[in-house]
């Protein structure tokens, strides 16, 4: 079983930085694109920023020239520095990846569990 793992979320005041790590357990083949994406409370889920296998990034317009994603292929991990974090920033940020858990198997996606980032004075 595959599970994508989430760290570094918390309270931060506005103006400030976090750093969140996303990578997954258990054995698998590849990792493809990988993302993050966010969603407050009563709105939808929206893309953050993602990351292709060879590095290539995409962010979303609220987010650029303040959030880097990055991965370490040989750790399989993906990251997702966040600074001059404002209020509109609260959220719960989950990781994504799109994983061939086998040479031969499928890909699919999955999901980390979600890390709370709040930011407040």
């Known amino acids: 079983q595959v599970q994508l793992v989430e760290s570094g979320g918390g309270l931060v005041q506005p103006g400030g930085s976090l750093r969140l790590s996303c990578a997954p357990s258990?054995?698998?083949?590849?990792?493809?694109?990988m993302a993050w994406y966010r969603q407050a409370p009563g709105e939808q889920r929206e893309l953050v920023a993602s990351?292709?296998?060879?590095?290539?990034?995409n962010y979303a317009d609220s987010v650029r020239d303040r959030f880097t994603i990055s991965r370490d292929n040989a750790r399989n991990t993906v990251y997702l520095q966040m600074n001059s974090l404002k209020p509109e920033d609260t959220a719960v940020y989950y990781c994504?990846?799109?994983?061939?858990?086998?040479?031969?198997?499928?890909?699919?996606?999955?999901w980390g569990q979600g890390t709370q980032v709040t930011v407040s004075s």
């Open positions: 994504n990846a799109l994983i061939q858990r086998e040479k031969w198997g499928t890909i699919r996606g999955y």
């Open positions: 258990g054995s698998i083949f590849s990792i493809n694109n």
């Open positions: 990351i292709t296998s060879s590095g290539r990034p």
